[in-house]
């Protein structure tokens, strides 16, 4: 229970009575002994430095990660992206227009064929070129 050359509490003891798990012993030690209390005192203080430095550094950190602005060439082509599948989409609806205007049934085969082209490249979710990127993203 006690420090064998002083009477007071060994660190395992103290490292208890941090824990809460103080045996009636030294419970009964601490009471008595000013020393003991006083050197626990610190040492629950040190602690709740460490915690609210830790719990400080942690928000910095968190608001440093949030503040980071996206990279002007991920913007840029964030946004090409979607001009680009824009672009399709207008294609596909001036395509799909002209074929119901003019009459479907009578519609040669390939306007078929240029039709569900332009339909496959439109419900793509990015163009071809950059689906290597997606892919290495999603891998992340």
């Given at each position: 229970m006690t420090h064998p050359y002083s009477g007071h509490l060994s660190s395992e003891r103290l490292s208890e009575c941090i824990l809460g798990q103080p045996s009636p012993d030294a419970r009964r030690h601490l009471q008595d002994c000013p020393a003991c209390r006083a050197e626990l005192g610190?040492?629950?203080?040190?602690?709740?430095?460490?915690?609210?430095?830790?719990?400080?550094?942690?928000?910095?950190?968190?608001?440093?990660?949030?503040?980071?602005?996206?990279?002007?060439?991920?913007?840029?082509?964030?946004?090409a992206a979607h001009q680009f599948a824009m672009a399709?989409?207008?294609?596909?609806?001036?395509?799909?227009?002209?074929?119901?205007?003019?009459?479907?049934?009578?519609?040669?085969?390939?306007?078929?064929?240029?039709?569900?082209?332009?339909?496959?490249?439109?419900?793509?979710?990015?163009?071809?070129?950059m689906e290597p990127l997606t892919k290495l993203v999603a891998q992340e």
């Open positions: 610190n040492f629950r203080e040190a602690l709740g430095e460490f915690r609210g430095a830790v719990r400080c550094w942690s928000e910095e950190q968190a608001q440093a990660a949030l503040a980071v602005p996206a990279r002007p060439s991920e913007s840029r082509s964030w946004m399709l989409l207008l294609a596909a609806v001036c395509i799909l227009g002209s074929f119901i205007w003019h009459g479907g049934e009578n519609a040669p085969a390939s306007d078929a064929v240029l039709l569900n082209q332009v339909d496959a490249q439109v419900s793509r979710t990015v163009p071809s070129s």
